[in-house]
């Protein structure tokens, strides 16, 4: 390749650094040559699950989140085992300690933190770990085999976890902690004691207001004696007294530090080029130690150095869960009783429940739970949303009436019996049996064993919400699958990639080449490649019939009783007494069995027999409606200027033009479209994928609504002045769709995926780039065919197609 | 099914092999029945009920075919075309047909009755 990548380094392969790069991938996969360091010597691997894996309910090898062929993949370098040492950020080189270096044009570091380990006398005795990642995890796994009694010092989520797992590994095992609660940073003192009486039940013992003063022994630990005056035998102490940002590196190079690294809200910062994520930043005053503002960070950085347009990042509003099995303790917000707030509180001694809203004047500041943790969602997403308390919200979350609740939490209560997927007709009890004997982690695995989620989609949300339910945290840690279909592990980009740069011009080829597994596809990829290849190569690909969905290829829909549909063009849903007329006499001659207005503005015949589609084309002699394909199905629009006494502008001509210029054109999904006259918005323009609202000035498009399985509301994309600029507008922002979406992904997915901001940056702001696209949209529809003339011109084709052989 | 093949089967010619294209299905039909003949891609051709076993039906005509199966074109059901065996996670079963090739000419094995009946009808 002859264009010279930009080179950008990043310092820790920890789950910051990693979750950026992947980012970057998704959105640049072109822009940079990567190197990574990491001090540890394994490939990137889930930090969470350390408590698993002591806990025994995971391996090491389950945990790694991106395995060494992944770095290869992507043309990562990666130097394990490696630690930087220094930074010259005028020259911009890193220096590691085993001699290696390497300029960057853009510097990530993502150095995490390093637990506190206490610095009282006797710290540097054998058998004093902190517990960070997996060279602790081993050390606390050999020497359960070895000694008997440890010591955890910090009462806290990582002190609890890591008791709980060296009591598994049966340890005998006495939490210390200075305060009197536990988790007092997340949990309020009424919380905490349920929390502390049933880890005793399970077996901890607890040591609360303690300060150690020494760790006393030979060479190895012996026991610990307290402030107090008292003492406590011990062979193994692991410190969990909370963690300081890794930032030694950073301020010895000369890049501000306070706490952490200081960066502003697009994670820049004082050195030019250099950026930090993770635990090692400070942003706007805060270190963070839990991985959802990484991930937010991460999604952030990542658009700021692929030079996608993104909003700053402003923090992150924390909860907790903690990963103890039987134990469910959540928080979120502002937990602790203060006398300006006004607290709601059910605490249930006989069922171990306890909940807790915080209010400041009506809004929902923060949340407690204990026990039962199946609010926690809505409770996070409401103090999320600074959402207000109504008498609803009240009596759900206390239990008075109950009956409106969020899929979220509705899982856990819903009965075995009711059904999840209704197209396929399975239970909860049959998805919930499936992941627990098949050991499912990811919703196509749930798809695939079960069935349910293959239709419509409509109900994969609920079969997600079943797994997190059956996972807990093992699902929200839970990687998501990047293949397109289970014939490839190639994602959509990679696929698309692939195709252009080895020039790959037919389905079988693209199988073939890139290895699929399944040698034909499946009808997930089979229609996807074939709209690829179509979309890269416009002018060379022939299309391929038998990679197309029957009713694409049939130019109809078919019915369940393997009758067709037959929808002739209306553009702007208006039509004339002459064609209504043919319309109904070919109706009555091929006798369909209903004929329906449909609700974009059409008519449907139903009940067309195969072999007479050629038959009632003829006779119609008008234009295929394409309500059967993956392209612009209908404009529907409002009476508008020409009638309506509030129009000001001419829908209808509007909505003509429009169908006419881009009907025909392939794109991933079904597109829509609606035209109103004026901001009554009668052709309803907020649920399609392009609405148009008519004012006194011009037009408003708004984009990315959705009325389907996943409703959602069109966003404000541009206001233009004219009709030739709308026009231009619409095209540039459907070519841009048909290159970037996947195959099947609707505008609302696409949009929101994006973001709008996005879009508006390449389609609206960018004028020369909005004429490219337009252009290009017009040299594709100027080789486009009208389907059903084509296909009765070819007539051996058509023979082939809809007549059966008959046996006489 | 299988058990058809042991018993005396007539055979009769349903058309050419060009009458057959790769990855399409093509129906034949004897009084009401439906029958389809799906060619795959290396060449192998198969026959088999043109009916879905799902719960509601449809034909299997328009199904897109992967290697030596058929994808339902209505409910997305994997279905073997030697066996006609309903894959995993869905169950059930479609009838196949024998198929002889002699020369150019395809021939589906009908079982006595089967091939009586169409005498009757001729
Ligand atoms: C046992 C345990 C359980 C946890 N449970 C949860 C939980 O349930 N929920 C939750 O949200 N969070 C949890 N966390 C916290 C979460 O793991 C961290 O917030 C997250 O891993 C931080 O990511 P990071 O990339 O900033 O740092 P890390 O993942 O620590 O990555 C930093 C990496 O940088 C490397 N490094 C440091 N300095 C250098 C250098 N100079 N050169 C090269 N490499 C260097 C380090 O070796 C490390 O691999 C848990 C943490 C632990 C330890
Ligand atoms: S949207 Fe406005 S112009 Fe169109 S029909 Fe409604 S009121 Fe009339
Ligand atoms: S409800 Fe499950 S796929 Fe439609």
Redesign the pocket.
Known sequence: MGITRQKLVL???????INTLEHILKLSPEQYDITV????PHPNYN??M??YVLEGSKTMDDIILNSWTWYEEHQITLHTG????SIDTQQKIVF?DNGLFAAYDCLII????NPIILPVPGHQKQGVVG???ISDCSVMLETAKQYRNAAVIGGG??GL??AKGLLNLGMNVTVIHLMADLMERQLDPSASAMLKAELERQGLHFLMEKQTAEIYGGERVEGLAFSDGTKLESDFIVMAAGIRP?TA?ASASGIEVKRGIVVDDYMQTSAEGVYA????AEHRGVC?????P?FEQGAVLAKQLCGVQTKPYEGTQLS??L?ISGVDVFSTGVFLDQPELTVIRKQDDWKQQYKKLLLKGDTIVGGVLYGDVSDSSRIQQWVREGAAMTDAIYAELMGTAGTALSAADRVAQMADDEIVCGCNGVSKGSIVKAIKDNSLTTVDEVKACTGAGRSCGGCVPTVSHLLQYVLG?EYAGQKTKTGICGCTDLSRDEIVAAIKEKHLTTVKEVMHVLEWHQSEGCSKCRPAVNYYLGMLWPQAHEDEKDSRFVNERMNANIQKDGTYTVVPRMYGGVTTPEDLKKIADVAVKYEVKMVKVTGGQRLDLIGVAKEDLPLVWKELDMPSGYAYAKALRTVKTCVGQQFCRFGTQDSIGMGIRLEKTFERIDMPAKFKMAVNGCPRNCAESCTKDIGIVGNDGGWEMFVGGNGGIKPRIAELLCKVKTDEELVQMVGAFTQYYRLTANYLERTSEWVERLGIEAIKAEVVDNMDRRRELYQDILAVLAELQEPWSAALEEQGESSYLFEAIQLK | MTTQVNKDLTYIKIGTLEDFRERMGRVIRLNEKEIVVFRTTDGTLYALDNRSPHRRGGPLAEGMVSGHFVLDPLYDWKIALDTGQVQAPDTGMVPTYPLKIEGEDVQLGLTLEQAGQLALER
């Open positions: 310092i820790g392969n920890g789950m910051a650094g360091f990491g001090s540890e930090r969470i350390l408590s490696t630690t930087i040492t590691a993502a150095t995490g933190s517990f960070r990642d989520l990582l976890e890591a890794n590196l994520v993770g635990e090692c963070y130690g839990l991985v959802a990484l907790t869960k990963k945290d």
